[in-house]
């Protein structure tokens, strides 16, 4: 079956740096996507992998390894408002987003 | 300003009640799509269009009823529904269902938060 695996839930100190994991089982593979969801807001697209190696963007990156089925999504200098849920989700080969039921970060002071 | 509008953004309704959820998208895309969203469980996409024409149906339970009159609107008609259907529903658009890219992905709407009583 397709699967997405990510943790529930991380805290962090504002301005460190976190790194959230992704781990996917996907018939077929288009690309890994993370979003940035906000409490009672849509999900906002952060990344897009499809290659092997780290995308940088600012003070977030995203790494993709695809023998391993692995991304991750790093934060750097981190802000009160990087406080969300982030979600993981893999491309199949029918183009559906295949989604992890998301990781929500909390920023402590 | 996501680009994409839902109403109404909050909705409570009985099980024997009939409504519909609107989704508009202002940004020229030709794909739309359902998704529900429960606490702590992954997107669950329920519907897709592509120019109009429905090409996913991910079985989903009859009384939820999709429409898309034309690329820039899509409906969800509910009707007698249960309680575990209350969720957040989002609708979400892309250029095109088999064309996704870096910078060309799924726009979400704000989502309706729905609850049946």
């Known amino acids: 079956g397709q699967n997405i695996d990510q943790p529930t839930e991380m805290t962090a100190t504002e301005g460190a740096i976190v790194q959230i994991n992704c781990t996917y089982q996907?018939?077929?593979?288009?690309?890994l996507f993370w979003y940035q969801q906000h409490a009672g807001e849509a999900p906002t697209f952060l990344s897009y992998?499809?290659l092997d190696g780290l995308e940088e963007k600012g003070r977030f990156s995203s790494f993709l390894s695809r023998s391993k089925g692995y991304s991750y999504l790093l934060l750097k200098e981190l802000q009160m408002k990087d406080s969300a849920s982030y979600l993981c989700?893999?491309?199949?080969?029918?183009?559906?987003?295949?989604w992890g039921a998301g990781t929500k970060l909390i920023i402590k002071p | 300003e996501t680009g994409v509008t839902q109403t109404p953004r909050h909705l409570v309704m009985g099980m024997t009640n009939k409504k519909s959820l609107k989704c508009e998208q202002h940004?020229?895309?030709?794909?739309m799509y359902w998704y529900k969203q429960s606490a702590k469980k992954p997107l669950e996409l329920m519907f897709v269009?592509?120019?109009?024409?429905?090409?996913e149906n991910n079985s989903v339970p009859s009384r939820f009823s999709p429409e898309c009159p034309n690329s820039s609107h899509l409906f969800l008609h509910l009707h007698t529904l249960q309680p575990e259907d209350s969720a957040l529903y989002l609708c979400?658009?892309?250029?095109?269902?088999?064309?996704?890219?870096?910078?060309?992905?799924?726009?979400f709407g704000p989502g309706t938060r729905l609850t049946v009583l």
């Open positions: 979400a658009s892309s250029q095109d269902v088999r064309e996704i890219k870096g910078t060309d992905t799924q726009y």
């Open positions: 940004l020229g895309h030709n794909a």
């Open positions: 269009y592509n120019f109009k024409e429905q090409t």
């Open positions: 996907t018939s077929g593979f288009n690309g």
């Open positions: 992998n499809v």
């Open positions: 989700a893999a491309m199949d080969s029918n183009y559906q987003l295949i």
